[in-house]
């Protein structure tokens, strides 16, 4: 299950007040999948952070479903990324000193006693299925490219209906790339998630049903959904 985003009037100011992101108006249906294109400095990783409730310089409105994201307290957006989102960080944002499937099993933490051994259990599925196998060594030691692979892991583990993924590519060699970007969009595709993505990677692009592209903090050029 998944939820239409609405995004009216966001603009995101740095601490000294400047404009680093104004989207006036972004639409985008449930079950769709969003490419986000431009130069490095865009505004691209900042508009997914305010789409995931991330950022407190964030003003406007952004509602996913009926929820009015930027009017939810610190906790209560916490709660709602644990409930309903998946997230892909660009810099991995892993803890060293656990291992593999201990990193991706995080979202545990904040998920229902109830669902706690499925979650992890989706876990360890999402890493062998990716290719890692060494689950208690710490990532510490882990190459780039399966650090991405880790983090990708995690984002998939609790299951959500909306994955934000920030670069998902950016480490994996093309082969790798290619497997990821196909998993992402079947899982879009077959169960009708959201997935918005930042990427500079066109094979990525290209699979997405929609793509907007940034420059300067705006929204530059947004294209229509794809035929199928």
């Known amino acids: 299950m998944t939820m239409p985003l609405s995004v009216t009037d966001c603009v995101v100011r740095s601490d000294r007040g400047r404009v680093l992101l104004s989207v006036p108006s972004l639409e985008l249906g449930p079950g769709v999948s969003l ?14 952070y305010a789409l995931a409730g991330l950022s407190d310089r964030a003003e406007g409105s952004i509602r996913w479903g009926d929820t009015e994201l930027l009017a939810l307290s610190t906790a209560r957006r916490t709660q709602f990324r644990a409930a309903w989102i998946g997230m892909i960080f660009q810099d991995f944002l892993l803890f060293d000193e656990l291992g593999a499937l201990a990193n991706a099993s995080l979202p545990a933490m904040f998920a229902p006693r109830s669902d706690r051994s499925a979650l992890k259990t989706r876990a360890g599925a999402q890493l062998a299925h990716l290719g890692i196998t060494a689950l208690k060594r710490t990532v510490d030691s882990f190459s780039g490219g399966e650090r991405q692979r880790v983090a990708v892991a995690r984002a998939l583990s609790n299951d959500a209906g909306i994955l934000l993924a920030d670069e998902p590519t950016a480490s994996l060699n093309r082969d790798a790339a290619d497997a990821l970007i196909a998993d992402l969009v079947a899982k879009v595709r077959n169960n009708g998630k959201t997935l918005i993505a930042v990427s500079h990677d066109a094979h990525l692009l290209d699979s997405m049903d929609q793509i907007i592209s940034l420059t300067d903090g705006q929204i530059e050029t947004p294209s229509g959904a794809r035929p199928a």
């Not at 490419?35 to 997914?48: D, E, F, N, V």
């Open 35 to 48: 490419g986000i294109r431009g130069p490095s400095g865009a505004g691209k990783s900042t508009l997914l």
